[in-house]
C-alpha cells in the first residue's frame, strides 16, 4: 500500500538510525534496563540505575542478590516489588541454564523471569541489530492513530507492523517509540509540528478531538 510505504519512508527520514534513550554499557546493563522500564519512563530507570549497577556489577552478583536490598534500590520504580524478584530470578536461570552468559536468541530470552516477547525483542534490537518489531504504549498508540493497525493487543499489532513494514524494524521500532515519546504525544499531540500529519486522519489530531 503505497500510504504504509510513504510512512515508513518518512520514519527512517526523520529518524537518523535512533537508539533506546535508555542508559547502558553491557548487555547485562541493557536487560536489567529493558526489563525496568516496562509501565516506566526511561528517565526513571536512568535515574535508578547508577546506584543498582555500583552494588550488583554483573549478573552473578545479582543472582546473589538480596531482594530487600533490591527493592530498596528501585522502590521508586513503577511495579518494584514484582520486578525485584523477576531480576534475581533471571540472573539466577543466566547462571545457572546459561553458564552466565545471556542468550541472544528470543526463545531462550523469552524463558527467563519476566521477559516478555517486547523485552526479548528489545534486547535484540538494541543489542544486535535484529529485524524485530516490538510494541510499548508509544508504538501502540502511533499504529492506531495512522490505521496502521487495528489489533487490540500489543502482539497482534507487532504482527501488522512486521507485515506492512517488513525491513529495518529495529530502527522503525525506534523511531516510532521517540516518535510518541516526543511529537505523537498520548495527550496533546504535536500536530502542527508532524512530518506525518498530511497521512494521518486520526480523531485526535488537531481539528479532531484535541
Known amino acids: 500500500m503505497k500510504r504504509n510505504l510513504q510512512i515508513k519512508e518518512l520514519f527512517l527520514a526523520n529518524f537518523q538510525k535512533p537508539s533506546t534513550e535508555l542508559k547502558f554499557s553491557s548487555l547485562y546493563e541493557l536487560i536489567v534496563c ?5 509501565q516506566c519512563t526511561d528517565k526513571r530507570v536512568n535515574h535508578i540505575t ?14 546473589n542478590a538480596n531482594l530487600s536490598s533490591l527493592k530498596a534500590l528501585i522502590q521508586s520504580c513503577s511495579f518494584f516489588n514484582n520486578k525485584a524478584q523477576n531480576l534475581i530470578k533471571m540472573a539466577r536461570v543466566v547462571c545457572e ?6 542468550p541472544l536468541n528470543e526463545a531462550d ?7 516478555g516477547q517486547k523485552t526479548a525483542h528489545v534486547v535484540l534490537i538494541e543489542w544486535c541489530g535484529a ?3 516490538a ?18 493487543t500489543p502482539e497482534a499489532t507487532e504482527e501488522d507492523l512486521t507485515r506492512i513494514f517488513k ?20 495527550k496533546r499531540p504535536l500536530c502542527a509540528d508532524c512530518f506525518l ?12 478531538r484535541c
Not at 50 to 63: G, Q
Open 34 to 38: 529493558v526489563m525496568l522500564s516496562a
Open 50 to 63: 547508577p546506584a543498582l549497577f555500583k552494588a550488583y556489577p554483573d549478573i552473578k552478583s545479582l543472582a
Open 97 to 102: 541454564k546459561f553458564k552466565g552468559e545471556i
Open 109 to 115: 530470552l523469552k524463558s527467563l523471569a519476566g521477559v
Open 131 to 133: 529485524n524485530f518489531m
Open 135 to 152: 510494541v510499548d504504549t508509544h508504538v501502540f498508540r502511533v499504529s492506531h492513530r495512522l490505521g496502521l493497525s487495528r489489533a487490540k
Open 167 to 186: 525491513d529495518r524494524l529495529n530502527h522503525l521500532h525506534q523511531a516510532m517509540v521517540l516518535f510518541g515519546r516526543y511529537t505523537c504525544r498520548a
Open 197 to 208: 500529519a498530511h497521512l494521518c486522519t486520526s480523531e485526535d489530531k488537531e481539528g479532531g
